[in-house]
Structures are given as C-alpha cells and as structure tokens.
C-alpha cells in the first residue's frame, strides 16, 4: 500500500487541533472519528522532520478521540469506548490478555493525545509500545513472540496500556480467551532490566 493523504487530516505526530484547546461540542470534527491512513513506516525524532525510514513496510492508522477525560500517553495500548467502536476510546487497556484492545496511541505525538482532541492510533504495522512497570517475568518479551495486553489497575493507570510476551511451546496450553488476545509480535526483545521502555512490535488489530 501506499501512503494515502487526507486533505485536512493530521499528519503523524499531530492532533487534529494541534495545540489548542478542543471545544466540548464534537459537532465540526465527528465527520472525521474513525479515517483510516495509510502511512510509511518512520522512526520519531526529537524534532520536527527529522525523522528517518524505519522499514519499507506501511503502517495503518486510524483517528480517534479521546473520551477518557485526561490525557492519554504516546506508546500506550488504549480500549474503544462503548458504543463508539472503531471511532473513540476511552482509556488504556487494563485487563490481561484484552482482546477489546484499540491500537496505540501515535509514537510520533510526544505530549501524547488530550481529552475531546483526535488523534491516531496504530491498529496494523510496526510501532513502538511500553513495556510492563515491574521486573518481573511481565517485562521478559522475546523477539518473534506473541504479544498481548497486561493488566493494571485502571484505564487511567500508569500500570495501564502496557504489553507482556508469551512464548508458546509445545509444553504451554493456550486458554481460547488468550489466544484472542494475541495483538501482535515483538520485533525487539526486552529482560527485567528493561521495565517502562520501547519495545518494537508489529501490531495485528481489526480494522474495522
């Protein structure tokens, strides 16, 4: 695929009101909850356009917004919000193995996605995602590993919106619910020592 301008839209590392502060009225941007974009995939820098090819792969995003009521952290797994599938989200996944999970917020947006703004989220392709706050076997991700969604103590949590690795042999019997809640692969691999960090994973979320 290739990538797909939207005249109007964000660019990658943007909200849709950039820097201003978003009216509680949705009524001029609810047309624009749920645009899908294709772009290619780039690794995030410190400033503005200097950020470089990452792969040749494409990444698939899609604008939300943010219903939570606080500001949702870049490189955080997020849920949809209920009856806005596909379009709002509400939080940071907190339940282990969620197979409800949204995307991730956009690395590319530093301060991270305001409450009643839209933003992207990554649903398919490689992007970076927190690891797990404890160093404990919650942080060990292999590379090549299934992914999946790690519990916290709520949608607003720090602990929320991070991700543990399972590594299946053929001694491990997966729970349905588990498998469901596959969300993707690791693409980097991370130890206990690496706890609140980047891991690189290539994500595998509906779309729809």
């Known amino acids: 695929m290739a990538y797909s301008p939207r005249t109007g839209l964000p660019k990658r ?3 849709y009101y950039k820097g201003q502060t978003p009216p509680t009225s949705f009524t001029e941007s609810v ?14 820098a410190s400033s503005v356009g200097a950020d470089t090819q ?3 792969g494409d990444v698939i995003c899609k604008l939300v ?10 490189k955080r797994l997020v849920s949809w919000a209920t009856g806005y599938y596909g379009r ?3 939080g940071y996944c907190d339940l282990d193995w969620d197979a409800a999970a949204a995307g991730v917020i956009d690395e590319h947006l530093a301060a991270g996605l305001v409450a009643n703004d839209l933003g992207w989220i990554v ?20 590379m090549g590993e299934d992914i999946a969604a790690l519990t916290g103590a709520d949608s607003t949590a720090t602990t929320s919106g ?3 690795g399972l590594a299946i042999t053929t001694s491990v019997t997966v729970a349905q619910s588990q498998v469901r809640g596959i969300i993707g692969r690791a693409l980097s691999a991370k130890t206990t020592a690496n706890t609140d960090t980047d891991c690189l994973v290539f994500l595998t979320l509906l779309k729809a």
């Open 13 to 15: 590392g943007q909200s």
């Open 31 to 44: 047309s624009a909850e749920g645009t899908m974009v294709v772009f290619k995939d780039r690794s995030a």
């Open 54 to 56: 990452r792969s040749n």
């Open 65 to 74: 917004r943010n219903v939570s009521g606080v500001t949702l952290a870049t």
């Open 88 to 90: 709002r989200v509400d």
């Open 123 to 142: 649903v398919e392709g490689p992007c970076l995602v927190k690891t797990a706050l404890s160093a404990d076997e919650f942080a060990v991700i292999e």
């Open 162 to 164: 991070r991700i543990q």
